[in-house]
């Protein structure tokens, strides 16, 4: 029984030291803001991966998606893929709990919003739709990258872990409100982050404190009676 004990806290210790200081990957907490002047879409881009049907912009601190006014109509599909591939953005995602941005809707919420993320390992591409609940206002999006969070892929939660060793481009797929009007769309504060280390580091402290409970208590036990 002592043995199966002390074999629980070590795997608990091992564990919780490995929460805290794996964090080798991509990086976490530094976000992408489209800010550096002379403003331009920082190595993000439609092609080859989307259909170039909508234009990129960055009309002071963000990425602008537009897609143009059709006219008289009727309305046509369209959508298109924005996405990043340079080196802040590919490599192993391991080390994260989730991706986090902000997403802006001008004047009508798109038909579908969707993130993209392809895998160097395989080749497969996941899904994770999201929205906004309005447009005309900024709304933040937390995505964990976690395949029971919602993810859609070629296969289930092993293959998406899997994936996540290298991704080689990352980014959203969006479709315009089958209107005719211009439409335009807003991505920014792109960042990398891991759930708060706080649980992590409670668990690890309650661990160590039983082990020490154990240490004093087989220390008494086995000691020789004084008299």
């Not at 992590?200 to 039983?210: K, V």
Request: one cysteine or more; charged letters at 10%; hydrophobic letters at 40%.
């Amino acid at each position: 029984m002592k043995f199966i004990f002390m074999r629980l806290v070590q795997v608990g210790l091992v564990w919780a030291a490995t929460s805290l200081l794996s964090h080798a990957g991509i990086a976490l907490y530094t976000p992408q803001t489209w800010s550096n002047t002379p403003y331009s879409a920082e190595g993000w881009t439609n092609l080859p991966f989307g259909t170039g049907l909508a234009s990129l912009t960055n009309p002071g601190g963000y990425l602008n998606i537009r897609f143009s006014d059709q006219g008289a109509g009727p309305p046509a599909y369209e959508e298109d893929t924005v996405y990043a591939n340079g080196s802040s953005y590919t490599g192993s995602y391991y080390s994260a709990g989730g991706i986090r941005f902000s997403f802006y809707a001008e004047d009508i919420l798109p038909l579908s919003s969707v993130l993209y993320m392809h895998s160097g390992v395989d080749a497969s591409l996941w899904e994770f739709a999201f929205s906004n609940t309005m447009a005309g206002v900024w709304q933040q999006q937390d995505v964990p990258l976690a395949y029971s969070a919602g993810w859609s892929g070629p296969g289930g939660a092993a293959a998406f872990s899997n994936a996540l060793a290298n991704i080689d481009w990352i980014g959203v797929n969006i479709a315009r409100a089958m209107n005719t009007i211009q439409q335009d769309y807003g991505l920014d504060d792109w960042e990398y982050y891991i759930p708060e280390p706080g649980a992590t580091c409670l668990l690890a402290a309650a661990l160590l404190a039983l082990w020490f409970a154990w240490r004093r208590r087989t220390e008494r036990s086995s000691s020789p009676a004084i008299g």
